[in-house]
């Protein structure tokens, strides 16, 4: 069992150590003088679309790219207090000072679904409430997720979902979105090793288009299109590219990206609280061995998007498949994949390599 400690930031924002370390963290309290969060964002409805797009102009003041000696995310060591009081931690979990989301939503929308619907004006917003979070994965500024060790990353694990499960209790919290964005190139502002958590006061436009295509088939089938679809990747597919007892990791039949894996547990949970012990524990090894092959198909280490695809808090859970999705951007040796005008601007991707190969390349990195 992961130990959690609460502790108050000095403009009232939480922060959660999970691990051993500090042993107590009452003994570092935050002496910064800061002042309150002054963020505020709305969510405003795309009539064309269906989906919601969030305006939050204040994150035009957030930190990019500071020294190696001013990280926000270093323990709070020799007279420098960072975001974490404490000088050493395992892992740890704190309210974003910059939020994209935030507050409770203040409108009288029916949760789950929360879109203003047919006969709504054109023109519709809402506060857009929710919740973000940072996770860091370690307090060692160089390392990255793919060089922890498995009793390292089971913490972050046990983080994860003990967030998931917390944030998803908050009022108009509609899902609730762990995911890592990684290298420079990605477009992450901090090198420290971490990950955030997006607690959406609406379903997200992805998990909706998957839980309508779950309905539809389920109505036409009687069965579960996730299931389906693992299965259709157990049953011998020249896609997969790990196999455990509880996982399997392979590129997706219609991959978008060049190097792209899916990672699901064999058997169907709807999210991060719902899976056991066991899964978990064998979770944290095929996911380093797969961060560790992505690192390795390219002379330096891959930027990469790894994002937690969890059921909503109150739609679909008995149709959806808790599962990760991990790619990377780039495509070659100093190439990246842009998403340029197809792609951006039309939702349409094509992918130049083949999944079969990209999972037999993943394969032999072994
Ligand atoms: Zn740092």
Same mark, same amino acid.
């Given at each position: 069992?992961?130990?959690?400690?609460?502790?108050?930031?000095?403009?009232? &924002?939480?922060?959660? +150590?999970?691990?051993?370390? %500090?042993? &107590?963290?009452?003994? +570092?309290?935050?002496?910064? %003088?800061?002042?309150?969060?002054?963020a505020w964002s709305e969510a405003r409805w795309d009539r064309l679309r269906g989906e919601w797009v969030v305006i939050a102009s204040h994150r035009q003041q957030r930190t990019f790219q500071p020294s190696d000696d001013q990280c926000p995310l270093c323990p709070s060591r020799d007279g420098r207090n960072t975001e974490i009081p404490a000088p050493e931690y395992d892992v740890v979990v704190f309210e974003n000072r910059f939020p994209t989301l935030r507050g409770q939503d203040a409108s009288d929308l029916p949760a789950g679904d929360r879109s203003p619907g047919p006969q709504g004006p054109v023109l519709f917003s809402r506060p857009a409430g929710g919740r973000c979070e940072v996770v860091c994965f370690s307090q060692r500024h160089h390392a990255s997720f793919a060089e922890l060790n498995p009793a390292q990353a089971a913490i972050v694990m046990a983080a994860w979902a003990d967030r998931s499960a917390e944030l998803a209790r908050l009022p108009g919290v509609e899902q609730v979105y762990c995911f890592e964005n990684r290298g420079a190139d990605i477009g992450v502002t901090l090198p420290h090793p971490h990950g955030q958590i997006y607690a959406y006061p609406y379903v997200a436009p992805v998990t909706d288009r998957m839980l309508r295509s779950c309905v539809s088939y389920r109505r036409a089938t009687g069965r579960n299109l996730f299931d389906d679809l693992v299965q259709a990747e157990l049953a011998g597919s020249t896609r997969f590219v790990l196999r455990g007892t509880h996982w399997i990791a392979f590129v997706p039949f219609a991959a978008r990206w060049p190097y792209e894996v899916h990672l699901y547990p064999v058997q169907r949970v709807p999210d991060l609280p719902a899976l056991g012990a066991p899964a978990r524990a064998e979770f944290c090894e095929l996911y380093l061995d797969l961060l560790r092959r992505f690192d390795r198909l390219f002379d330096r280490p891959a930027p990469y998007v790894s994002a937690w695809h969890q059921a909503p808090v109150r739609r679909g859970r008995a149709d959806f498949a808790l599962h990760l999705e991990l790619f990377t951007i780039r495509r070659a040796s100093g190439k990246l994949k842009y998403l340029a005008g197809s792609e951006s601007g039309m939702g349409a991707f094509a992918n130049d390599i083949s999944p079969e190969a990209a999972a037999e390349q993943l394969r032999r990195l072994g």
């Open positions: 069992m992961v130990r959690r400690r609460a502790v108050t930031l000095a403009d009232g &924002r939480a922060l959660f +150590y999970f691990g051993d370390l %500090p042993e &107590r963290p009452s003994d +570092y309290p935050d002496r910064r %003088p800061l002042p309150a969060v002054d």
